[in-house]
């Protein structure tokens, strides 16, 4: 009786490792499906539009979880912007999976595609060409799921 019961145990405890593995399979493919969402809405617009609007940016800064994030940048570019979502720093959706997520992004000037760190603007057209952004799909408690960069180059659009 008591291997019997050993063995019951284990096998409970595998369909329960399981069934937490597949749900967290699930979050983590529905948060990769939002980032890919978000980044395109960026490919979609001209250049100078990718930018976060001014006004969100200074209430998101204020939310530590936005601004404690290892992709938010001392500067960020803003601007007024009448595009949503594409300008909101920070919002909360619902996934295919009907869980509620947190899309937060981050966008500066970037030096080159391969180098992960953000710069101030210079000024110059020249130099001032390349925008990096990144989107931090969460759950609203705060764990991240997904995180997807991409780098924009005013040259080729």
Request: aromatic residues 6%; glycine residues 6%; hydrophobic residues 40%.
């Amino acid at each position: 009786m008591t291997v019997l019961n050993i063995g019951i145990l284990a096998l409970v405890a595998a369909f329960s490792s399981g069934v937490f593995a597949l749900n967290r399979a699930s979050q983590t493919s529905t948060a990769s499906t939002l980032a890919s969402s978000q980044i395109e809405l960026y490919r979609a617009v001209r250049h100078i539009d990718i930018r976060l609007d001014t006004g969100l940016v200074a209430d998101a800064n204020t939310d530590t979880l936005y601004a404690s994030d290892s992709a938010h940048p001392s500067t960020q570019i803003t601007a007024v912007c009448p595009l949503a979502p594409e300008c909101n720093p920070s919002r909360s959706t619902t996934g295919a999976d009907g869980r509620a997520y947190r899309i937060d992004t981050y966008i500066c000037w970037a030096t080159s595609a391969a180098d992960p760190t953000c710069r101030a603007p210079t000024g110059d057209p020249a130099q001032d060409r390349l925008k990096r952004v990144t989107v931090v799909v969460r759950s609203n408690a705060g764990t991240a799921f997904a995180r997807q960069v991409s780098t924009f180059d005013r040259s080729t659009g």
